[in-house]
């Protein structure tokens, strides 16, 4: 259970987690983001929230000791560590569309939405099921105005973000496809499991 995966970059991964065990995503050569969505195992029409997480957890920086809620306002992950302490729940994982838009690239580019629906297809979720991502390690900043910018990751070689599960889970991550987000450069994204005790 302590197999150390590596997601290669502008790819991803999905699979299941049970009801405490422990997710460990790591950055493994700094400045390089995660986009994680989860999903009722039993019920996938149960989702990670963005905005219920940061109602319930009233903030919009989630770290260490915060939970991340379903849109159904039930709980699903415990963040269990953080050696980071910054990540996002604001942005949309980045899709094809992001690229025409804010990159002005009409050319194909590989996107985090494409890579955790391509992932999430065996479990019956389709693209349109995809939720806001937990960008963990994301560095998203705001002006005084609420001007939003992405500033590359202060992660480090070596950081990690536990996550303990609080129901049995589907997850799926990735090593994020956008220049901005990860500092102009693409890396790959570590994770592993480990068994914890149920609650």
Excluded at 47 to 75: C, H, P
Excluded at 106 to 127: F, R
Aim: with cysteine.
């Amino acid at each position: 259970m302590n197999t150390l995966h590596i997601i290669p970059p502008q790819t991803g991964a999905a699979f299941e987690l049970k009801k405490g065990n422990v997710l460990t995503i790591i950055d493994p050569m700094g400045q390089q983001v995660s986009d994680m969505v989860a999903f009722n195992r039993e019920d996938t029409k149960e989702k990670i929230s963005a905005g219920k997480s940061m109602d319930f957890e009233e903030s919009i920086l989630l770290t260490k000791g915060n939970y991340l809620w379903s849109n159904r306002s039930n709980k699903m992950m415990k963040i269990i560590a953080d050696t980071n302490g910054r990540n996002d729940f604001l942005l949309a994982p980045c899709s094809p569309e992001t690229f025409q838009i804010m990159y002005d690239n009409p050319d194909y580019h590989p996107s985090c939405q494409e890579n955790l629906y391509k992932n999430l297809q065996p479990y019956g979720i389709d693209v349109d099921d995809i939720p806001t991502a937990f960008n963990v390690f994301m560095n998203v900043q705001f002006d005084e105005r609420g001007k939003l910018k992405v500033l590359p990751p202060t992660s480090k070689a070596g950081d990690m973000v536990k996550f303990q599960a609080e129901m049995d889970l589907i997850v799926a991550l990735t090593a994020c496809s956008a220049e901005d987000s990860n500092g102009g450069t693409f890396k790959p994204i570590h994770y592993m499991i480990t068994e914890g005790a149920c609650k």
